[in-house]
């Protein structure tokens, strides 16, 4: 697949290695797995000087031999002698952008904790050394996001306060995926967009793996799913596994009610029959796995609202995968597709709603973006994106089919926001698949 998108990402990180070629700079990017950082990193430094590290969980020694040679290679840096420790190179390599501006990009960065903990406060102490001499772009890229976040902000870790800066990198956004599809199928239907959105996320690597393989319409997407070889029915246990550690059964559980609409703490607390507020923060504030929808206009304190997995990927998995390991065990792949085909439309029709969201504040002047329900839970509206700059509001009603749309009824559902809405100007919308 040829390189797609990226173009904020990529300026950003150009900037900011030419600042390097003055002044060092130390940043992060973050990323689940699959996500596409390594790639962007490297498409950042063409036709730059730059060492890609890559740390991988072996000995020091080890690890130190190989980067070695990569510098060797990429850099022409020569060091005699053997080198055992990352200490000793990190100082040459601080050393040599003495003499000469290059980026050093490493790879899997969190996998030091395991490694060997005390690189970080090496680094720190390397780095305070020579920050102010060295032209140096130091690029630092992890995706266990509860360890990256615990190196640089945790205020006793020794490398807390050092990044110049730090980015997020997110999954492509609905346009970009539409934009992939369009090449590899330019007679996409509908359904095909809404279900490779759907089991992607806007994951690079899930599009890359489906779109290189010729799945491009809906039931290629799900007959590669189920394959007995898809790389798809395993990944969710495999990106979330390392988070978690040893209490992975509790917060899989959690998980798993969520993608099934379980997603109030009630619900949940009485299946699992525990209080599942501290799982349900640590999943929201170190994970950030999961966020709380509450209806738009509700007090920032409020408690009411329902969670919902941030990722499409992992809420595909939850939902359809993993509670049914027992049926990939036996080798019973046809019944998982028989499942997933009997929830495809209403599950679908929940990822639709979240699929206009993000196109509507791609091309509109959002400044707010939710939904609402009354106190009963009733009378939903489905999307309502706010402008507070211009006073307008737009409010949509989305549904698969265009014939089960009907404007007054939202119209009337809007009344229960007359008085929040009382200084907006109101566009109602029906939205289905035609208008992907
Ligand atoms: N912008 C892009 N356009 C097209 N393909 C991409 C893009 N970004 C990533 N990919 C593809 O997606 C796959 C995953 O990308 P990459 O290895 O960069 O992700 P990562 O976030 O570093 O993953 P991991 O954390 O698992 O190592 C790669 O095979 C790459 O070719």
């Not at 189920?226 to 029915?233: C, E, G, M, N």
């Not at 698969?400 to 008085?419: M, Y």
Request: hydrophobic letters at 40%; a neutral charge.
């Amino acid at each position: 697949m040829k390189f797609y998108n990226r173009h904020t990402e990529l300026a950003l990180l150009e900037n900011i290695l030419k600042q390097s070629g003055e002044i060092a700079r130390f940043q992060a990017i973050i990323g689940r797995r699959r996500v596409g950082k390594t790639s962007l990193l490297i498409e950042s430094v063409k036709g730059e000087k730059y060492l890609y590290l890559f740390v991988s969980r072996k000995n020091e020694h080890l690890l130190c031999q190989q980067f070695q040679n990569d510098a060797e290679q990429m850099l022409g840096l020569r060091i005699f002698g053997t080198i055992n420790y990352f200490r000793d190179l990190f100082e040459q390599l601080l050393l040599f952008a003495l003499q000469e501006h290059f980026t050093l990009i490493i790879d899997e960065f969190q996998e030091f904790e395991n490694v060997n903990p005390s690189v970080f406060s090496d680094i720190q102490n390397l780095w305070d050394q020579y920050k102010d001499r060295a032209k140096i772009n130091l690029i630092v890229c992890g995706s266990v996001y509860s360890l990256m976040t615990k190196i640089f902000e945790h205020n006793k870790e020794p490398l807390f306060g050092r990044l110049t800066s730090k980015m997020i990198l997110q999954p492509f956004k609905v346009n970009v995926v539409k934009e992939i599809l369009k090449d590899y199928n330019p007679d996409f239907e509908p359904e095909d967009l809404l279900c490779l959105y759907m089991i992607s996320g806007g994951v690079a690597k899930y599009i890359e793996l489906l779109m290189d393989a010729g799945a491009v319409t809906k039931n290629q997407m799900l007959d590669m799913i189920t394959r007995s070889d898809s790389p798809f029915l395993g990944e969710g246990k495999d990106i979330l596994i390392t988070e978690f550690g040893k209490e992975y059964g509790t917060y899989f559980s959690i998980l798993q009610l969520i993608a099934s609409g379980k997603n109030t703490q009630r619900e949940i607390d009485s299946i699992i029959e525990k209080n599942t507020g501290s799982y349900l923060n640590n999943l929201e504030q170190h994970y950030s796995l999961i966020i709380r929808n509450k209806p738009i206009f509700s007090k920032p304190n409020s408690r009411k609202g329902r969670w919902r997995l941030k990722d499409h990927y992992l809420s595909f998995w939850f939902r359809f995968i993993y509670p049914h390991q027992a049926l990939i065990e036996i080798g019973r792949l046809d019944l998982l597709r028989e499942f997933i085909e009997k929830g495809y439309e209403q599950y679908s029709g929940l990822v639709l709603e979240q699929y206009f969201r993000e196109k509507i504040s791609l091309e509109e002047r959002v400044t707010e973006m939710g939904n609402f329900w009354d106190s009963k839970g009733q009378n939903e509206i489905d999307i309502v994106a706010l402008n507070h700059l211009d006073k307008t509001a737009t409010l949509a009603e989305v549904k698969r089919n265009p014939k089960k749309i009907d404007l007054r009824i939202l119209e009337q559902k809007a009344g229960a926001l007359q008085k929040e809405l009382a200084q907006f100007q109101i566009k109602f919308l029906g939205l289905s698949l035609e208008d992907m």
